[in-house]
């Protein structure tokens, strides 16, 4: 089996090893059906908590939720919302959601692939509606400004490499949910530096992206570290919690090939570019020279960024 490599930092600043939760989206099985392949493959006990939320507790990765992935879910039960919700199933996935795990849990949680696949789970290339992904919620390294900042710009610096490299399936590049940052961002964001102090760089951020639909969402760290500032520039809730929200890579759980472990290597190539001073100004002074004063292509930039990560040796997307 695929193994998930370590973080470059992969304690915490108490020294313990940093987790990361994963939500998995998925079609072409129920929520009932989807909690007991998880139960029989960790263990556990299977509770319905409501007609479409499902949860196994106990398992050798703690409690996994299982439900259907939409606002309806936490509005009061009656029989309107469950017809609701029954005629929403072709389009709206179950999500799986675990705990905050390391390495060794997400070894445990990506040995569930197997099963759900032959059992009929679905994934992003299953259909135009289905832009089913997989989320990675990363415990940042500790509240340094620098662990922070640093993997959010490395993160903007590469995108359009990264979304060239290994694409996202078309039927989520033509819904919302992980539109790339503006252009005028990243540059805003590159002017701040890497050593920016995180206060500055969440103004900026919050001005260019008053939205969770972003492939890194950093609303949740925001959230963590100024609830007040966000509530008043984003509408609807946002969980606070201390971790990178990343939510590009797609779900290929039909895929007999595919690994939780391709999505956490994207996650790696960005942590590894944040760690690298000398690379990151390299890319931010790469970044200027393509994009002048008006961006034409996005592609051009993507072609060019890859080229300085091939030459860094550190632009391994797919393990």
Same mark, same amino acid.
Request: negative net charge; proline residues 7%; hydrophobic residues 40%.
């Given at each position: 089996m695929r193994e998930f490599s370590p973080l470059p930092q992969p304690n915490d600043a108490k020294g313990q090893p940093r987790k990361t939760g994963v939500e998995i989206e998925l079609g072409g099985l129920e929520e009932a059906a989807v909690a007991q392949i998880c139960a029989k493959g960790l263990g556990?006990?299977? &509770?319905?908590v409501d007609s479409h939320i499902w949860c196994v507790k106990n398992s050798r990765i703690g409690k996994i939720e299982v439900y259907l992935d939409t606002f309806l879910r936490s509005a009061a039960q009656s029989k309107l919302r469950d017809l609701a919700l029954d005629l929403g199933r072709e389009v709206v996935p179950v999500? !799986?959601?675990? &705990?905050?795990?390391?390495?060794?849990?997400?070894?445990?949680?990506?040995?569930?692939r197997d099963s759900l696949?032959?059992?009929?789970?679905?994934?992003?290339?299953?259909?135009?509606?289905?832009?089913?992904?997989?989320?990675?919620?990363?415990? !940042?390294?500790?509240?340094?400004?620098?662990? !922070?900042?640093?993997?959010?710009l490395a993160y903007a610096l590469i995108e359009d490499w990264m979304r060239?490299?290994?694409?996202?399936? &078309?039927?989520?590049?033509?819904?919302?949910?992980?539109?790339?940052?503006?252009?005028?961002?990243?540059?805003?964001?590159?002017?701040?530096?890497?050593?920016?102090?995180?206060?500055?760089?969440?103004?900026?951020? %919050?001005?260019?992206?008053?939205?969770?639909?972003?492939? %890194?969402?950093?609303?949740?760290i925001f959230a963590d570290l100024a609830p007040?500032?966000?509530?008043?520039?984003?509408?609807?809730?946002?969980?606070?919690?201390?971790?990178?929200?990343?939510?590009?890579?797609?779900?290929?759980?039909?895929?007999?090939?595919?690994?939780?472990?391709?999505?956490?290597?994207?996650?790696?190539?960005? &942590?590894?570019?944040? #760690?690298?001073?000398?690379?990151?100004? #390299?890319?931010?002074?790469a970044w200027e020279q393509d994009h002048g004063?008006?961006?034409?292509?996005?592609q051009s930039w993507a072609r060019r960024c890859g080229d300085i990560l091939r030459a860094a040796g550190v632009d391994r997307l797919g393990a």
């Open positions: 556990g006990e299977v &509770e319905q999500e !799986i959601v675990s &705990e905050p795990l390391d390495r060794d849990g997400l070894q445990k949680l990506d040995g569930l696949r032959k059992a009929g789970a679905l994934g992003s290339g299953a259909g135009i509606v289905f832009g089913f992904g997989v989320h990675l919620n990363v415990q !940042i390294a500790s509240y340094r400004d620098a662990d !922070i900042v640093r993997p959010l060239s490299a290994n694409p996202i399936d &078309e039927s989520r590049r033509l819904l919302p949910f992980t539109d790339p940052y503006p252009t005028e961002f990243v540059r805003d964001l590159i002017a701040l530096r890497p050593d920016a102090p995180v206060s500055a760089v969440m103004e900026t951020y %919050l001005d260019h992206n008053p939205t969770r639909n972003r492939g %890194l969402d950093m609303l949740p007040d500032r966000v509530a008043e520039t984003v509408s609807g809730k946002v969980s606070a919690r201390p971790t990178f929200h990343f939510r590009l890579p797609d779900c290929l759980i039909d895929d007999a090939g595919w690994s939780l472990v391709d999505e956490w290597q994207r996650w790696l190539v960005v &942590e590894r570019v944040a #760690q690298d001073t000398a690379l990151l100004e #390299q890319l931010g002074r004063v008006v961006t034409i292509s996005r």
